[in-house]
C-alpha cells in the first residue's frame, strides 16, 4: 500500500514577521505590549490578536490604546481570554497592557496587517 505524505507552507506578506509572541508580566504597571513605531503593524486593515495564558478566573489584564501614561481601556482579559481586534495604530496609539496583580502573567499576541 503507498503513502501518500503532504506539506503546506504559508507565505505572506500580510502575516507578521515575528509570527505569535509572548510578554510575561509580573508588575500593575502600565507596559507596551506593541509599540505601533518598532513592531512594524502598519495600514488602516491590520489587526491584533491578545490572550491571557493565566488559568486565573480572578487575575486579569486591562488592555489600552494609548501610550503608558495616557490610554483608554478598551478591554479586560481574565485567565483564558483572548481579543481579535482591527487596529489602525499611529501615533500615540500603542496596545498597553496593565496586569491586576504582581503575579507572572503570559500574554500571546500577533499583529497581522
Do not use: C
Not at 496593565?98 to 502573567?105: A, E, G, I, L, Q
Amino acid at each position: 500500500m503507498a503513502t501518500v505524505t503532504a506539506t503546506i507552507g504559508l507565505t505572506s506578506r500580510d502575516i507578521s514577521d515575528n509570527g505569535l509572541s509572548s510578554k510575561t508580566y509580573a508588575s500593575t504597571a502600565a507596559a507596551e505590549l506593541i509599540d505601533y513605531s518598532e513592531d512594524d503593524i502598519t495600514g488602516d486593515a491590520a489587526k491584533v490578536y491578545v490572550k491571557n495564558t493565566s488559568s486565573s478566573s480572578t487575575q486579569y489584564v486591562e488592555v489600552a490604546i494609548g501610550t503608558t501614561g495616557s490610554h483608554v481601556e478598551i478591554a479586560r482579559l481574565y485567565g483564558g481570554d483572548w481579543m481579535f481586534i482591527p487596529y489602525t495604530g499611529g501615533a500615540s496609539a500603542d496596545i498597553i497592557v496593565t496586569p491586576s496583580t504582581t503575579d507572572s502573567v503570559t500574554l500571546e499576541y500577533l499583529g497581522i496587517y
